[in-house]
């Protein structure tokens, strides 16, 4: 079995062999208590810039583009990995892993859900301190020669539980009415954007919705865009969800493209690149957003850990790579024959 280390080498050399143009590495962290799991990525200290590197130069070496996703875990931070149980760590991940809990930090001491524990709440001090966590992850990835970096603000982690009213009862500048909700994560995307060379695109992933007529709606996601559009922010990622809600207000059960209408209409009323994602499955399908105007980009997640190979086989069918030229020349060769040979 490959060390974790290994095992991020070759899933970008994989992905970058497939045929993308651009990928992202995950969720990285800004500091060792921003992780979610003992096993996730981070950049908070110097001595994580070679690793980095090492990510960097697979892909461009397989003609691939790459950015990094930077994040903080907040409230759902002292997690377990999603195949070790996925919920709050505990004494028994302790005495079977070594790997103890950490007090999480939040805007507001809300526990995720029952039985997590009560995060921290930051003190203005503290977010002082966050933010200059964030502003030396952003040079270590410039440092370590990512393309774009990507700032995470979805899914209950750290920025979006400021954004949300249902994380978020501050009484102070980061609480209370919309503007001072967004005022973290826009300070820290006009952080990324001054910190990143001015020729590369920087972009935002935003939780367009908490759920069904509750907290986070897509009117704020909508204002929240018109701001991130005035820093400089080239393009709106746009997921939904991460928080815990009652089923009356959970999302509907998630179909394919079920978040392309938030893209959609950020795109149109904000006037900004937009990111669709979300059980994006069929290449044409895929067109057939990009065609009819609905997003800029199209993101793949999952889709490609089952398909490593799905974007140079959609350009095969979609007609746009009639010479391979999107496929290594280790892999083309022989598979254009095949294809030639089985008459498809």
Not at 6 to 20: C, D, M, P, T, W
Not at 34 to 61: A, N, Q
Not at 109 to 134: T, Y
Not at 279 to 285: A, G, T
Request: hydrophobic letters at 40%; proline letters at 6%.
């Amino acid at each position: 079995m490959l060390r974790e280390g290994q095992v991020h080498v070759a899933h970008i050399g994989k992905l970058a062999a497939g045929g993308a143009g651009l990928l992202f590495v995950e969720q990285t962290s800004v500091n060792v208590k921003s992780r979610i799991t003992h096993g996730c990525l981070g950049l908070w200290k110097d001595e994580h810039i070679p690793g980095m590197k090492k990510l960097v130069d697979v892909s461009h070496s397989l003609n691939a583009r790459i950015g990094i996703q930077l994040g903080h875990g907040g409230r759902k931070s002292s997690s377990q990995r999603p195949w070790e149980g996925g919920g709050p760590l505990g004494d028994a991940d302790l005495q079977a892993r070594n790997e103890g809990p950490w007090l999480p930090m939040a805007p507001s001491s809300i526990p995720f859900d029952n039985g997590w524990q009560v995060p921290h709440m930051l003190s203005v001090a503290e977010i002082d301190g966050v933010v200059d966590d964030f502003r030396q992850a952003f040079r270590r990835a410039r440092e370590s020669r990512f393309d774009t970096v990507e700032l995470h603000c979805a899914h209950g982690y750290l920025l979006h539980s400021f954004l949300s009213p249902l994380s978020n009862t501050r009484e102070d500048e980061y609480g209370g009415s919309l503007e001072n909700r967004m005022r973290l994560p826009l300070r820290i995307a006009q952080i990324m954007r001054g910190e990143w060379p001015k020729h590369l695109p920087v972009f935002v992933r935003i939780s367009s919705v908490d759920g069904v007529n509750i907290g986070w709606s897509l009117d704020d996601s909508v204002a929240f865009a018109r701001e991130l559009k005035k820093l400089g922010i080239a393009a709106i990622d746009c997921s939904s969800g991460g928080m815990k809600l009652p089923r009356s207000h959970s999302l509907v059960a998630r179909t394919p493209g079920f978040q392309v209408p938030f893209a959609e209409r950020i795109k149109r009323e904000v006037d900004i690149p937009t990111i669709a994602v979300g059980l994006i499955r069929e290449p044409r399908y895929a067109e057939q957003i990009l065609q009819e105007g609905k997003a800029t980009l199209i993101a793949l997640a999952r889709e490609l850990l089952w398909n490593p190979n799905w974007p140079a086989q959609a350009a095969l069918e979609l007609g746009c790579d009639p010479d391979w030229k999107n496929w290594p020349d280790q892999y083309g060769w022989w598979l254009k024959r095949r294809v030639v040979q089985q008459g498809h």
